[in-house]
Each structure stands twice: as structure tokens, then as C-alpha cells.
């Protein structure tokens, strides 16, 4: 392990905007970089303006979301919904496919924190589409 513990001044962080499709409208967020990384695990902060969305996508690793402000619903590739308000908390396992969107009337700030599965870093993979409902 290069450095056991790391610590972050978020006033020292700065928003990336250069994630998959951030550039098109609708799907506009931000990653503040650095990211907090030890051997196995990172977390970052992610900033999503109001009405904004991600586009379907899943992660090599396994997922916590912990919402810190504003409103954002999640919709999962077998169907299940759900919409965190702030100090919620959302785990799930390495794989799913996921969107969120921004349903708040304020930007959403949230903390993602990303554990090892199986290699790491972890992988983000973006999709076409989601899988139907059924």
C-alpha cells in the first residue's frame, strides 16, 4: 500500500467534468478529482446540476452511494426504482446496470464509494440501453 490512510480537503478537490456523455445535454455531472484511493477501495464526490441524468452503465466493483444533498432516483436494469433524498444510503452489488437522475430542484451531491471485487481499479462500462422491464 503506497499510503494507509488519505485525506482529502474537499476545498483543495475540483470538478471533472469530462465523464462519458457529460458533454450532452441532459446527461451533464461531474467526479471532483482526486478521487480518495487506497489498494482496494476509492470514494469520490459526484455533482449532478438539476434535471441531469447518467446514462446506463454498471462497475466492476461493488457500489455505495451515500446522497448528501438534493434528490436523485435510481432505476436498476430487473426493474426496481428508487429515490434518495439527502443522507440516504444505496448499496449494490458489482455488475447491475444502473441510471440516475437529478428529480431535485437544486444540483445533487453525492459520495460514491467503490470496493474491489474481483481486479481493481474498478471499471465503469456504459451501455445503450437498459434492459426491458418485466
Same mark, same amino acid.
Given at each position: 500500500?503506497?499510503? &494507509?490512510?488519505?485525506?482529502? $480537503?474537499?476545498?483543495?478537490?475540483?470538478p +471533472?467534468? @469530462?465523464l $462519458? /456523455?457529460?458533454? *450532452?445535454p441532459?446527461?451533464a455531472r @461531474?467526479?471532483y478529482?482526486?478521487a480518495?484511493e487506497? *489498494?482496494k *477501495?476509492?470514494?469520490r464526490? %459526484?455533482?449532478m446540476?438539476? /434535471?441531469?441524468?447518467?446514462p &446506463? +452503465? +454498471? *462497475?466492476?466493483?461493488e457500489? #455505495? #452511494?451515500v446522497?448528501l444533498e438534493g434528490s436523485?432516483?435510481?432505476?436498476?436494469?430487473? /426493474?426496481e426504482?428508487?429515490?434518495?433524498?439527502?443522507? =440516504?444510503?444505496?448499496?449494490? @452489488?458489482s455488475g %447491475?446496470?444502473y441510471?440516475?437522475?437529478?428529480v431535485? =430542484?437544486?444540483?445533487?451531491?453525492?459520495?460514491?464509494?467503490q /470496493?474491489c471485487?474481483?481486479?481493481? &481499479?474498478p471499471?465503469t #462500462?456504459?451501455v445503450?440501453?437498459?434492459?426491458?422491464?418485466e
Amino acid at each position: 500500500m503506497e499510503k &494507509p490512510v488519505v485525506h482529502l $480537503k474537499f476545498s483543495d478537490l475540483r470538478p +471533472h467534468w @469530462a465523464l $462519458k /456523455g457529460a458533454q *450532452t445535454p441532459g446527461f451533464a455531472r @461531474a467526479a471532483y478529482a482526486p478521487a480518495a484511493e487506497l *489498494t482496494k *477501495t476509492s470514494a469520490r464526490y %459526484i455533482l449532478m446540476p438539476r /434535471g441531469q441524468s447518467s446514462p &446506463p +452503465h +454498471h *462497475t466492476t466493483s461493488e457500489h #455505495i #452511494i451515500v446522497l448528501l444533498e438534493g434528490s436523485v432516483a435510481f432505476e436498476f436494469e430487473f /426493474g426496481e426504482e428508487c429515490v434518495m433524498g439527502p443522507r =440516504d444510503l444505496l448499496a449494490f @452489488a458489482s455488475g %447491475i446496470t444502473y441510471r440516475y437522475t437529478n428529480v431535485g =430542484d437544486c444540483d445533487a451531491f453525492l459520495l460514491s464509494v467503490q /470496493g474491489c471485487v474481483d481486479s481493481w &481499479p474498478p471499471k465503469t #462500462i456504459y451501455v445503450d440501453t437498459m434492459k426491458p422491464k418485466e
